[in-house]
T-cell receptor
């Protein structure tokens, strides 16, 4: 059973609303990530963090922002949601095993913006 | 350009049958290759991870192979079960940074029929 939790699992909101997707992990991992995934497409990294007070933008440009005030918590915020933000957002954390960063994913948050 | 290509895009098999999924990559310098299983509406779950020196790794009914010379990997599923229905994602990591950048394939959607 995964030790990384995302809420809400599903969210339907109107254009212009501010939303925050929550992500928490209980494994004490320093590295955390946010990925965006559209149906039938590959995952795209939008944000990552090496640890507390460390956040970086990923490969895919995103209007969302993240914060890392506590090791276990890595929320993602959209100040003004638009229909183009409709997607599945996956949070992950990782630990290094035999030289490789092994990722554990949350169940995802599916966002629909009307 | 670093890429990960998976085939087939989708596959339907009968319960109890075997199947093999393919992954070709151009990622360089290569660090490791992972196979993930993603159930509908869930986050990916790691099945196997292989480094350059490993050419086969098993996890129950799942067996992954890696040919680092031809840059090909396969995932073989033996005696398929209905619960094997999912998307199987090939992920390749490079050695270009401390983080180890991940390149995701689009996945093979497997459906197992009774």
């Amino acid at each position: 059973e995964a030790d990384i939790y995302q809420t809400p699992r599903y969210l339907v909101i109107g254009t212009g609303k501010k939303i925050t997707l929550e992500c928490s992990q209980t494994m004490g991992h320093d590295k955390m990530y946010w990925y965006q995934q559209d149906p039938g497409m590959e995952l795209h990294l939008i944000h990552y963090s090496y640890g507390v007070n460390s956040t970086e933008k990923g490969d895919l440009s995103s209007e969302s922002t993240v914060s890392r005030i506590r090791t276990e918590h890595f929320p993602l915020t959209l100040e003004s949601a638009r229909p183009s933000h409709t997607s599945q957002y996956l949070c992950a954390s990782s630990v290094r095993v035999s030289g490789a960063n092994v990722l554990t994913f949350g169940a995802g948050s599916r966002l629909t913006v009307l | 350009k670093n890429q990960v290509e998976q085939s087939p895009q989708s596959l339907i098999i009968l319960e109890g049958k075997n199947c093999t999924l393919q992954c070709n990559y151009t990622v360089s310098p290569f660090s490791n290759l992972r196979w993930y299983k993603q159930d509908t509406g869930r986050g990916p779950v790691s099945l196997t991870i292989m480094t350059f020196s490993e050419n086969t790794k098993s996890n129950g009914r799942y067996t992954a192979t890696l040919d680092a010379d031809t840059k090909q990997s396969s995932l073989h599923i033996t005696a398929s079960q209905l619960s094997d229905s999912a998307s199987y994602i090939c992920v390749v990591s490079d050695r270009g940074s401390t983080l180890g950048r991940l390149y995701f394939g689009r996945g093979t959607q497997l459906t197992v029929w009774p």
